[in-house]
């Protein structure tokens, strides 16, 4: 599938493992800490995050011989689009701390690749550009429902009038997590990305916050020594932004979504598929179920929301025991997507097996952004499919729909 593999060239990178490009991430990132630290953290002491790496790390492969795997396929199909493989980019805030060309660069690496792209409500960079990057791409568009609803019918209005198929509704995030390693640069994406190119850039929110909008913010093109230079001086114009940008996410975000019942408001004005993320019990998925959504992804956030939450996969598997779900899955009508802790091929194998229908990608693509701008974020998705499609041929499949599942037949669990 890759020039990665098939051509055994060496990785653009320099490596395809993702601790290593997150190491490496680390290191050119360390005059600017604050950012490399904003992606890297998770809740507490991170016991939530390890805890999503071991219990993928539990369920073993038991490989299958002898069968014709020559013909292999990835192919996907979620909500009447084929997808080249069950692998999409997840959405990620404020990628412009990581490169210059922020989302632009991830949204054109995965239109390269076929991959689906999901743009953060949080984003560097509008959503018409975005768009354009991701030109005749797959894209879905998350959304952190605000107070407001005219920011809120704002937003659904130019995310579809920007070709974004299906919006992702995020829920477990009513506040930002506690994550004690990034607490000192926590200015910084209320600089980047909240009000800096997305908020403050529409005329309705702009009305919202009752000021002129400030759009010449001193972050772009990626600048952080000046940024810090600036922001340690006190200068009074990056004050006033990180002020506005902080009040308005206050004003517009702030204990804005409170019960299932608002999801009404989202179904009547949003016609393509409804997908929640951010769902880790079987309670909450069959309420989901009961309030008309087409999907869930089933997520502790990559383990950045609550410390010592239950590991992503165990939520999977709790999810998909549930015969309400398994019968809308069977009929096509609820798909239930998976993210937290996936890093290689066989990552993505154990969940499609514990019953997902596609996994979303985080802190990974993350690295290669950082490392390699569009280039970086294309190794990384094309190293995870050709991984992907490798171990599922020396598993023993040769296609997604032969292990969706089937742990039963494909995993064994070591306690
Ligand atoms: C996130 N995530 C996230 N989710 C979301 O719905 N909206 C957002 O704006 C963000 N922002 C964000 C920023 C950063 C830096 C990270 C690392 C994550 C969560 C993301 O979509 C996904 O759930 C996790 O990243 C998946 O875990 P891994 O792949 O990072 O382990």
Known sequence: MSDIFTTRRPPALGTVLVDE???????????????????????????????NREELARWKIVPRVLRDV????LKTMLFGHTHTAPVLIGPVSVQGLMHPDGELATA?????????????NS??????????????????????????????LSILSRAKQ??????????????????????????????????????LSDPVFAAALGEAPVLDVPAFPYDPARLDALFARG????????????????????????????????????????IVKGIMSVEDAELAMDHGVDGIVVSNHGGRQVEGAAPSLWGLQQICA???????????????????????????????????????????YMYGLALGGQEGVEQVLSSIISDLEVTLGLSGYKSIDE?????????????
Do not use: C
């Open 403 to 415: 292990i969706r599942g089937k742990a039963d037949k494909v995993l064994v669990r070591m306690s």
């Open 108 to 120: 054109a690496a995965a239109r390269a690749l076929g991959v689906t792209y999901t743009m953060s």
């Open 70 to 73: 020559t013909q292999r396929s």
């Open 322 to 364: 549930s015969p309400r779900v398994k019968a809308g899955q069977d009929s096509g009508k609820f798909t239930v997507l998976f993210d937290s802790g996936i890093r290689t091929g066989s990552d993505v194998i154990k969940a499609i097996a514990l019953g997902a229908q596609a996994v979303l990608l985080g802190r990974p």
């Open 123 to 152: 984003a560097t960079r509008t959503i018409e550009a975005v768009a354009a990057a991701n030109g005749d791409g797959h894209r879905w568009y998350q959304l952190y429902r605000p107070i407001d609803d005219a920011i809120t």
């Open 21 to 51: 490009l997150e190491a490496m991430a680390k290191e050119k990132l360390k005059g600017y800490p604050n950012a490399f630290l904003y992606v890297f953290s998770s809740a507490g002491d991170g016991a939530a995050a390890r805890a």
């Open 162 to 199: 920007s070709g974004f198929t299906a919006l992702v509704l995020t829920v477990d995030a009513p506040v930002s997590g506690w994550r004690p390693r990034d607490i000192g640069g926590a200015y910084l994406p209320t600089l980047h990305g909240f009000g800096a190119q997305v908020g």
């Open 235 to 274: 200068d009074e114009r990056v004050r006033r932004v990180v002020r506005m940008s902080a009040e308005w996410t206050r004003q517009t975000y702030e204990g804005a979504f409170t019960s299932w019942e608002d999801l009404r408001f989202l179904r009547e004005n949003w016609e393509g598929p409804l």
